[in-house]
């Protein structure tokens, strides 16, 4: 539905397009924008327009220009620095399974604010905001304005709008696959001035982690010295094992078919290593995990592959009474066989799912992102690629191609 402040925006837009100078249109006078005196002064010079990757169709990105919006009094303009491609960009790119193009994907971004309205003072965390900092969004919560990051009513955000997955409209700027993006009142925002570039790049996956993480501990399972195993070491799991190791937790084993990201997995906290492909059959792969712990199974699983077989497979690496995770299947990947007696009931296995994050796994992910700096873990170096906005059609290519870990957009390198 489109409010009284939408039309007076959109009209607003039109009229300087016309080249007529709105912001001084009496007709306007209730609205500010950051050339008027209402919104603060902008940091640098802004613009009149802004280039945004718009899916057009399958596997094509454009790159658009769009005029920027005045910004109103609950809006924040952010000049993008860098964002991730996410397997769901890959999947969008590819098949459109949402049915969103055209669209301004890109919804792991980050950058700093250029100009905001009067309203905006603090952010989802109750920070002071300002021009020049840097920051993050969440989720967008329209239709419930008043949720605040520690109101746990809402215990996870797989429905909620976010920025990059939103259908286009007037505005255009809707995702982070751009030189600048436009928050709208409503958002969720986190000042994370104090995270370097790299580290505010991989928040969005990490709290995938923090995420998981919680719902581990919430079997009464997991402690600093469990032996845990974690399977699949694409970023999400190898974002697992950092998260892990930052908790203290060192007995952890890697289970991947690909040397070089188990590699990755023993700089990032894991003690050891499986490759699948060194075994033949499920029986010697879980010997191939029990002498990896030294002669036990797994007290802990993270099972992070989106491969139903994989699922199958995990219950066999947990000793009896054991906990598991299954965090693998963001998107339906198809079913997965188990035997509910041998593999679940008789081990009593403590299953828990996990998908996306709560608000509150924000905070302790900014958290768990310093923390892994403080104590060495190169986890930056999951950013492999980092191509301009103007190459985005090739980085969405080298993401489907699994050569690298995670891909960047950063729209400043030309
Ligand atoms: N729970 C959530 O909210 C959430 C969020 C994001 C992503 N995901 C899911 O997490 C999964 C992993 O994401 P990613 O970006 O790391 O993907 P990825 O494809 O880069 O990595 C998957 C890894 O699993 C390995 N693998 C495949 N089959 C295996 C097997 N049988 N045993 C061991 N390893 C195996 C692959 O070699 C690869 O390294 C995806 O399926 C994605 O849908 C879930
Ligand atoms: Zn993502």
């Known amino acids: 539905m489109v409010n009284e402040q939408d039309v007076e925006r959109i009209v607003k837009q039109i009229l300087s397009e016309m080249g007529g100078s709105s912001a001084n249109s009496p007709a306007m006078g209730a609205f500010t924008s950051y050339t008027s005196l209402g919104g603060s002064t902008p940091s640098a010079d802004i613009p009149k327009t802004a280039h945004v990757a718009m899916l057009v169709e399958k596997e094509r990105f454009e790159v658009k220009e769009f005029p920027i919006p005045p910004v109103g009094d609950d809006d924040i303009l952010v000049r993008v620095e860098g964002c991730g491609v996410c397997g769901t960009d890959a999947h969008e790119f590819k098949r459109d399974p949402f049915n969103l193009i055209p669209v301004a994907l890109g919804h792991e971004g980050t950058g700093e604010i250029v100009a905001m309205g009067k309203n905006v003072k603090k952010d989802s965390a109750g920070k002071d905001l300002h021009i020049g900092d840097k920051v993050v969004t969440c989720m967008i919560f329209r239709d419930d304005p008043e949720i605040t990051m520690f109101d746990m009513n809402k215990q996870n955000v797989g429905e909620s709008d976010v920025y990059g997955l939103l259908p286009d409209d007037e505005y255009h700027l809707n995702g982070w696959f751009s030189d600048y993006i436009f928050i709208r009142g409503g958002s969720t925002v986190f000042n994370v001035s104090d995270l370097d570039l790299d580290s505010r790049i991989l928040i969005e996956p990490s709290a995938v982690l923090v995420h998981a993480v919680e719902r581990a501990k919430s079997t009464n399972i997991l ?86 077989k994989a699922h199958a497979n995990i219950y066999k690496f947990i000793r009896n009474g054991g906990g598991l995770c299954e965090l693998g299947f963001f998107v339906n990947g198809g079913n997965a066989e188990i035997n509910p007696h041998f593999d679940l009931c008789s081990k009593e296995i403590n299953l828990v799912g996990s998908w996306v994050y709560t608000l509150r796994d924000y905070g302790t992910t900014f958290d768990f992102l310093k923390r892994a700096k403080a104590i060495g873990l190169p986890v930056s170096e999951l950013i492999t690629h980092r191509f301009p906005l103007q190459e985005i059609n090739e980085a969405l290519k080298t993401n489907l191609a699994m050569t690298g870990l995670k891909i960047a957009i950063i729209p400043g390198n030309r």
């Open 223 to 308: 402690r600093f010295n469990s032996r845990v195993a974690v399977q699949g070491c694409g970023p999400i799991g190898l974002l697992c094992i950092a998260v892990l190791r930052t908790m203290g937790i060192e007995n952890i084993t890697a289970i991947d078919g690909n040397e070089k990201r188990l590699e990755f997995a023993k700089r990032l906290g894991a003690g050891s290593t499986v490759n699948f492909n060194d075994f033949q059959g499920i029986e010697a792969l879980t010997k191939g995990v029990y002498d990896s712990f030294g002669g036990h199974l797994a007290d802990f699983a993270f099972q992070c592959t989106g491969n139903p």
